[in-house]
């Protein structure tokens, strides 16, 4: 019996839902992706801790989708275990509150919002799941996941937990160390501030209009912006500089980039930059994975030569690489969505 196999037959044990060679298009906003070698849907902390024991002995790499919503898997599948976090708690205690990792975010702001609590309302709409927005520090709008939050429970690929404060996880700009260490989120805790409710309401509902009016409806195939703004301060200057923009100490739109170099309606395949923001691919109906990295390379090429800039990938790829993106294997490596 190989290591999958047996993997397989331990987690069924475990009275979990696990199943062998299923595609993971079903799995991600994009509707992109191979099959997943075994795929298991986990609703608690401790029965995610005995799933990464199980991968541990028997050798295997560990993925952990959220929502999906901020990944790109490779057409030739993900090996080993991929685990689905549905950890979907909330517990509140006034301001503060206690999120499962697999909980929705947009539901969680929704809520916050609800009670009179401030922090998380410019964040509405972001897809994906509590843990993926730590994974990635979500944010809009002048928010980001890491200014409410306090601290983390987490779980590392050898099943030990742990809780990390928020100066231990290393946020910055669409990061956070949990790249870096395949840490699962198991729960998050916030902190709010008591606000008027009728007035984010508002903030959330102008934010819900803003972005349906800029970006893809929720039944359109796209992971959300493919590249990270620009941030690095000489990088900024230059282009403001270049360009004639005001210096408003913002970072510099990768879409406004994009842009200039006409790559609204490019296509490879079935993947096509969206009509309106031309940091965002939208899958039309069959794009494939290879599809959607060579549209990207065209358009990081353009930019490159256009403005001396190479622009960085902020969709996370994950899984077997033909096409030379680069394989990941770390647990909580698809954590982004």
Not at 47 to 54: A, K
Not at 156 to 177: C, E, I, K, V
Not at 260 to 285: K, S, W, Y
């Amino acid at each position: 019996m190989d290591r999958a196999a047996q993997a397989y037959d331990a987690i069924g044990r475990l009275g979990l839902s696990v199943e062998r060679d299923v595609a993971l298009r079903d799995f991600t906003t994009f509707r992109i992706g191979g099959a997943a070698e075994v795929l298991v849907v986990v609703d608690c902390a401790d029965r995610m801790v005995e799933v990464l024991r199980i991968a541990r002995e028997a050798g295997l790499p560990v993925h952990c989708l959220g929502g999906g919503s901020n990944v790109l898997v490779s057409d030739e599948g993900v090996p080993g275990i991929t685990v689905i976090n549905r950890i979907a708690h909330v517990r509140h205690d006034g301001a503060v509150i206690h999120a499962g990792g697999g909980a929705t975010w947009d539901d969680l702001v929704e809520d916050a919002v609800e009670r009179g609590l401030s922090g998380l309302a410019a964040m509405s709409g972001i897809p994906g799941s509590v843990g993926g927005a730590v994974y990635g520090n979500a944010g809009a709008y002048g928010e980001s996941v890491s200014d409410a939050l306090v601290s983390a429970t987490v779980v590392d690929p050898d099943g030990a937990t742990g809780t990390r404060a928020r100066d231990d996880l290393g946020f910055a700009y669409r990061h956070s160390n949990l790249k870096r260490t395949g840490e699962v989120v198991l729960e998050v805790t916030f902190r709010l501030r008591e606000g008027d409710r009728g007035r984010l309401r508002e903030q959330r509902e102008t934010t819900l209009r803003t972005r349906s009016a800029k970006l893809p409806r929720p039944s359109e195939a796209t992971a959300g912006s493919f590249f990270k703004n620009i941030a690095e301060a000489e990088e900024r200057r230059r282009l403001i500089a270049m360009l004639d923009l005001p210096e408003d100490g913002r970072r510099i739109a990768a879409g406004l980039l994009l842009d200039r170099v006409g790559a609204r309606r490019m296509r490879v395949g079935d993947a096509v930059v969206f009509e309106r923001h031309a940091n965002i691919i939208v899958n039309e109906g069959a794009a494939t994975a290879a599809d959607v990295i060579e549209l990207s390379r065209r358009m990081r090429a353009l930019v490159r030569d256009a403005f001396g800039v190479v622009l960085q990938r902020e969709v996370i790829w994950i899984g077997r690489s033909p096409c030379g993106e680069g394989a990941t294997s770390t647990c909580g490596a698809l954590e982004a969505g």
